[in-house]
């Protein structure tokens, strides 16, 4: 007998066929969740896709699964209401960095202020791509004529209070399954960034960080109670000065894996300074887990206090 949670990959493939231009990583990132959900024990029939718009925002299309294609910037707001409706759906939002941090930031930092039980993965090639190639609010100075500051969208998630904050990239499959299933797991709102080349309007932004030549220098794979090494055959590390990052040689005899900062994924304040490393010249990007703590989840406090007593629902102080 089949168990009604057991389905396999190609049960989610939906009967539509993906928009995306050829060579899109949006492609990829598709692939890992369909590969993750099988395996992860959650029913198909509880498994919801919500997302508002631009390239990524066509995702639920592609998932045979719910799904809601919301408008622009909202599918936090359409999220939180699903969830406070069916608090048993396990519900994943996709946005991208239009999408969530120009017209829809209000309601991501609200969502991640509540702390709402759900997964929000942030599809971020530094680009508009559905409108075709105008800077969005993470496209770096000088790229378009881009004149003013991208947001750094770790520590503004930090900042909003996120409980779970890690980031990913499109082509690195295993790490982003790994990350995928971490978000999963987390009770609570988990914010994923990943990384995404968007071929047409912002080829290659990324490929520093997937270059055999130049990864090793440029990305560090964070893992919880482990020190802070990276570069090629783990010759450098970061220590922490006070609360100033410092990079060091490891091939010297002056500093040992014994002085370098030992990462942390409960600690807010140093998850910040990892997040800043991406402001700060020759400092490798973080991927990975960056911070990860248990605080009250809104769906759940909603739940004890009006479901089971009976009384009036309220939101933010609206009869409901
Ligand atoms: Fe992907 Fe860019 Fe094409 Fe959109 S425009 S589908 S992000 S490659």
């Known amino acids: 007998m089949i168990n009604k949670k057991h389905f396999l990959t190609e049960d989610l493939v939906s009967n539509?066929?993906?928009?995306?231009?050829?060579?899109?990583?949006?492609?990829?990132?598709?692939?890992?969740?369909?590969?993750?959900?099988?395996?992860?024990?959650?029913?198909?029939?509880?498994?919801?896709?919500?997302?508002?718009?631009?390239c990524s925002s066509r995702f639920p299309y592609y998932m045979n699964t719910f799904g809601f294609h919301g408008i622009h910037g909202r599918a936090p707001a359409i999220a939180t209401g699903v969830k406070l409706a069916n608090s048993k759906l396990n519900i994943w939002i996709i946005t991208g960095d239009g999408d969530s941090l120009a017209i829809g930031g209000n309601h991501l930092i609200?969502?991640?202020?509540?702390?709402?039980?759900l997964q929000?993965?942030?599809?971020?090639?530094?680009?508009?791509?559905?409108?075709?190639?105008?800077?969005?609010?993470?496209?770096?100075?000088?790229?378009?004529?881009k004149i003013d500051k991208p947001f750094n969208?770790?520590?503004?998630?930090?900042?909003?209070?996120?409980?779970?904050?890690?980031?990913?990239?499109?082509?690195?499959?295993?790490?982003?399954?790994?990350?995928l299933i971490r978000c999963y797991k987390h009770i609570g709102t988990s914010f994923l960034e990943i990384y995404q080349n968007c071929?047409?309007?912002?080829?290659?932004?990324?490929?520093?960080?997937?270059?055999?030549?130049?990864?090793?220098?440029?990305?560090?794979?964070l893992e919880h109670d482990k020190p802070l090494i990276f570069g090629k055959n783990y010759n450098k590390g970061i220590?922490?000065?006070?609360?100033?990052?410092?990079?060091?040689?490891?091939?010297?005899?002056t500093y040992s894996i014994q002085d370098l900062w030992i990462h942390n994924e409960k600690d807010r304040t140093k998850a910040n300074i990892l997040a800043r490393f991406s402001d700060k010249n020759d400092f490798p990007y973080p991927f990975g887990v960056l911070f990860n703590e248990i605080i009250p989840c809104y769906d759940q406090l909603f739940e004890e206090k009006y479901k089971s007593n009976n009384e009036n629902y309220t939101f933010d102080g609206f009869i409901l």
């Open 16 to 54: 539509q066929k993906p928009k995306w231009c050829i060579g899109c990583g949006n492609y990829s990132i598709l692939k890992q969740v369909q590969e993750i959900l099988p395996i992860i024990g959650v029913s198909k029939e509880n498994i919801v896709f919500i997302s508002g718009i631009g």
């Open 153 to 179: 969208t770790l520590t503004l998630v930090l900042g909003a209070g996120g409980s779970f904050v890690a980031r990913s990239i499109d082509r690195d499959t295993e790490h982003l399954k790994k990350m």
């Open 199 to 221: 071929n047409i309007f912002n080829d290659g932004v990324f490929n520093h960080f997937t270059d055999k030549k130049t990864k090793y220098d440029n990305t560090i794979f």
């Open 110 to 117: 609200h969502l991640l202020r509540r702390n709402i039980n």
């Open 120 to 145: 929000l993965l942030l599809i971020n090639n530094e680009i508009y791509g559905l409108t075709k190639g105008q800077h969005s609010p993470t496209t770096k100075i000088g790229k378009k004529n």
């Open 239 to 253: 220590l922490l000065d006070g609360l100033e990052p410092k990079i060091v040689s490891l091939e010297e005899t």
